[in-house]
């Protein structure tokens, strides 16, 4: 199905197209651009325009370009990247989908894809793929909207102030949530403050008689309510004044129950994803569902059906060295919270557990004291060995009791060693840290079978 013409292109970009044709994706990256995609060469670090031989190679059925391109279906732009945002601003105008955005400090990811799963029982839902939630991924998922589509799900990171504001004027949605606020991003802010003031950039896109939801439970809630200009605003959390509030809660190894009250009605949910974070994940959704007016007892038994996303708690059966064993796979992030989060859920798996930790980035002056502090809640859930990798890594093996100190490396084939002489039958293995602490490579060499 035609997602754009060439005319339509050149009407929202204001460019020029010599031939008429039609696309039906849209892509930046000839690695994972699909047959009849418009391929839209930006420049960046690399110049775009090098690779459209490479992209109708693959397929593209036009390019979005700055300059002629001989035999190829060209838009011809004076800017590809204003370009692309012009193009998601008409994608999201000629829609009439609801448009929901997802920001916080932890867990938006996951948020986001929960949301998806739920929405998507109410009709036709399009989401930001994996994680695009910058000032690419933004204009992407909106040029990307289908005409048809019921409901949209957008994530919005920074780690800069000023990012969020202006990715939520280019969304302009219906429902912004924000799922907290906690210490991350502090190499490029002064205090947790500064960052839930950058969060709550998100009520510059919202529409005036849209809904703001917040987390009851987080401390810098009172201070952003305050910013929403007489929007409506929700809170989920435990607090009894929460207007989605988790009663109770049972945890366990697949997953777990929840009862959340709303407008004085309990529902209950069920759960597949392990961990007490899910727990405010799930009323953060229903939280959502209420202010898009869904029926909430549907929504909370498509719950259900949510999975964690790639390295974000997915876990496998895997073997090395001749050893059976589980992979949790939190290798695409990392910060004190999600590593505390991290180390609960899987404290309620059964069996000796090891952990494989990299470096969280972004955490300022103050990061040597995050890393150390990360020995007692290890100690606390249970690890019986750790594994460490980075070098401000190097002040929490010291940190913890000698009993649990496993190898310290820089090198992921180290890292792959090292767990190699310690893994035993039946073991829980959870690979944590930040993006560029590389571990995302070894969970890929891990499920490919390494020996």
Known sequence: MSLWTSKDIALATGGASARDFSVEGLSIDTRTLKKNDLFVALKSERDGHDFIPKAIEAGAAGVLAEKQIEDANTVIVPDTQKALEA??????????????????????????????????????????????????????TLATLPVEAEFGIFELGMNHAGEISALSKQVKPDIALISNVV????????????????????????SFDGTLILNGDNPHTPFIKSLADGRSVLTFGEAKDCDVQIVKTEAHAAGGTATLKVAGEEIDVILSVPGQHWFHNAAACLA??????????????????????????????????????????ESYNANPTSMRAAFAATSLRPGRKIAVLGDMGELGPKELEFHAALAEPLENTGFDRVILKGECMRVLRGALPRMMRGAWTDSAEDVLSALKDEIKDGDIVLIKGSNAAGLGALVKKLKEGAH
Do not use: Y
């Open 87 to 140: 193009l998601g601003a008409a994608g999201r105008d000629r829609s009439k989908a609801l448009r929901i955005a997802v920001t916080g400090s932890v867990g938006k990811t996951s948020i986001k894809e929960a949301l998806a799963t739920i929405f998507a029982q109410f009709g036709e839902t399009h989401k930001s793929q994996k994680s695009f939630n910058n000032h690419l991924g933004a204009p992407i």
């Open 183 to 206: 210490s991350v991003h502090l190499a490029h802010f002064e205090s947790e403050k500064d960052i839930a003031q950058a969060k709550a950039e998100i009520i510059d896109g919202l």
């Open 288 to 329: 959502v569902a209420k202010a898009a007016g869904l029926d909430l007892t549907k929504a909370a038994k498509a719950m259900g059906q949510i999975a964690p996303a790639e390295g974000r708690g997915d876990s496998h059966a895997l073997t090395l060295g001749g050893k059976s064993f589980t992979l949790i796979d």
